[in-house]
């Protein structure tokens, strides 16, 4: 009876899935094919001056115009990078994990600070010591008075930023993959007589191989994909191309919405093409160690005086140019607002008033007359801007967040109860589709799609005034759901079936079996995602530019507005100290995450057992203490 | 007490379980032994409920249970990896299945801490964390989890592979110990021949999905009931031809003896012991025993001698074998 009612009728379970089923295709048609396939017919339906629709005429633009030079500036930028960020991943994953430097500690905390210091934070950091009249290049230019002032524009700028912003992701996979080494493979070839540099590039390098070969292609892809660091700094790749388009009019150019498209689309061509390539490499396997009891890494001494004091030489050279923004920002942020501008420091000038407080500025006018400007200097938590785009982006960045984990966290659910069968594969796959194209392909769709009424959407223009919030959200949740997805199904697989079956076994049901036992589990680990993610999107550029308009300035668009806006009409007098204000503020919030992710979240239940006890140990000795003296 | 009838498992067109009938009697420490792949997990999966058979019933207590679910059986399980939930104490991995069944607060207290004490665990240890603790303090937490609901039978899927040899040896006398005191029926499994025949009241040894034969360990070892049980349970040296011969054996068959039968230098008095001259090839010193294997008629024969101190055979040394054709046990051939 009851089969047959399971066979045929309609019961909660039934009911429940076929929700569920709705809902995902309303999700993933809805949000991510239609939009996207949207901005590819675009390209083929753009109109001529007659108004009809001619398909190729974006194509024939394209070849005929200046357009394939947006796409050789980001390949040469792309191809560079990858030089460039292997040079400094591979030298500093040796320097500090592999060969016996001084100091390695140190140095590894240094070359790590682009973990904390990213984004637009780190490329406007970097403008600050280093554009014309910046702190490094007056320095650099006394030294060497021939040099260029003006050589931190364009290419050169961007390379060197993006260079150094990087590294630090590349060095913390290469590095772990160095730690994999067994130390035994290394003594076997020093034994049968190899020379250190002989066991590094035979025995060492090849096992690192297909951890570089991945970073390579995931250098490559943020090469072609860079946004905040071209944008900023002046050099026309295609993601500010593309943004700049999309704001732009018939009135202004040819149909600029419809070359956008095109662009998106050879950005994303370009995507597919190397992570397939990705893929069928990593499928084809790693070098994995064979022995059972694997040795630990050992470090090597440089043998060679001269080699040994070059090493350290270039360590220390790295650890300053990654060291002196963070230094040099925490530094400036304490400064008035006449030694921010000026980039001198001034010994009497230290103050609080990029963070907090507000004070009038006093200046001369043309007509001699002493003029008030009300609040024209402003901390970072009393600038009314400022305050507006981090609550924003906090709210729209803990929301996208959150909600990226609850999708992910049930689908990956459902993927490992049905995880033999096809209708898994296809949820997972879903998923895993917008890691396939380029942030800017999903939000420019996004722009385009959805600033008209959508009728799945209930008839609303969702680029239209503070609906843009909602688009943000449905963005930031979109990209960030296969970075979810591959953390959250890794940590589903430390749950043992067997768990499972206990759990149903002493009688809890399928819901409570979740929530009480499986869910624990993968709380750390969903909790380290909501994290990351946050983190990434509280300051993030390249969405927030898409989307930029007055009621969706996030975060990363206040601190970007901040460098054109200082000193104007005696205005935000302080905008550049508050800039580094701002930046000591992600610092903080970056690295406060780090710690509560990598931290106190890596702890299992009998860490933090073991630490409240000796804390409750602590705590009775100091009471035992303070007893004993109250009482003398 | 359970009575498994005609039970046959399917895994697509694999067919995992042969007709498999078992009758585990009140009380009963029950093992099903085997090696990998012969169906010893699918027939206590079948048991407990997390699979169906495709034909058969599972009864318990007379009752048949075979489609009531997994939570309403009774049964209490001990999983292989334990199954402890890592985010809980000790204690509320213990108090879990208690407040499932929504007990009061105070009886559930009371029922946690008396199976503590009866497993050994102190107050302390149900303060701790399951990864605070060692493997053998695990298996107890996992033990007192499937007792503390009171089950009708408790199941334990190889709950001692992943131990080391001295801890497995010591936990497995503590867990005969324990079954005794509860005077629970005990449906136990394993791959391990040694632990199967120390614990067991009765054995099942299964193999390809079917079960060749069920009885004491006595019964199993010294009187196996077909060739793969005499191979699979103990070491065993198949007789080749000419002892075969020799012996006036049925040539169509196949014949073994325990290594521990076969006597060296001893010149046992009596017409029908088979002997002949060998030569030791080499030997292997296990401290309480020396194994020795022997060349002789044609063969190498393992032979196992208490290690008296006394009497040790040096390599290459000529010794007299000694078969008595009661020890030989007999199946019949491929074509038998």
Redesign the interface.
Known sequence: MRDALRKNGLNPSMIYKIFGGVMFLYLFLGFMVIPCVNTLTSVFTAKDAQGNTDPFAVIRFFLAGNMPSFLWNSLKLAVCLVITVNVVGISIVLLTEYFDIKGAKILRLGYMTTLIYSGVALVTGYQFLYDNNGLMTKWLAEMFPEMNKQWFTGFNAVLFTMTFACTSNHALFLRNAIRGIDYNTVEAARNMGAKPFKVLFRVVMPTLLPTLFSLTVMTFITGLCAMSAPTLLGYNSINPEIVRLAGSTTADESFPQARAALLSVILALFTIILLTVLNHYERKGHYLSVSKTKAKLVKQKIQSPVANVLAHIYAYVLFIIYMTPVVMIIIFSFQNWGAVRTKTLDFSGWTLSNYVGVENYQYTRSTGKIATRYGAISGVFSNEKTVGGIRLSFILSALAAALACVIVVVAVNYIFKHRNKKRAAIIEACLLFPWLLPTILICYSYRTFFNDEVWYVFGQNLYFKENVRILIILAYTVVKLPFALRMIKAAFYAI?D??E????????SNL?TFL??KL??V?PSVLAVFALNFNALFTEYDMGATFQKAEGTTYAMVIQSMCNEEGRDGMNMNASGRRCASTVFIMLVSGLILYLVYGVGAR???E???IRERRRKRFEKLKGKLGGRSQE | MIQLTDIVVRFGDFEALHNINVHVKEGEFFTFLGPSGCGKTTTLRTITGFIDPVSGTVAMQGKDITHVPIEKRNIGIVFQSYALFPTMTVHDNIAFGLKIKKLKKDEIEQKVNAIARKVDLSDEQLKKAVSQLSGGQQQRVAIARALVTEPAIICMDEPLSNLDAKLRVQLRNELKKMQKDFGITTIYVTHDQEEALTLSDRIAVFNKGFIEQIGTPNEVYNHSATEFVANFIGDINPLEKEIVRGMGLETGKHHFIRLERVRVNQDKSGDNIYRTEGVIESREYYGLYIKYYVSAAGQTIKVIEKNDGIRIYEEGERVRVEIHPDDVMSYPGKEG
């Open positions: 043992d067997e768990l079956d206990a759990a149903r076994n002493l009688g809890a409570v009480r036992v624990p589990i709380l299992d239940l009998g933090r057992l073991a």
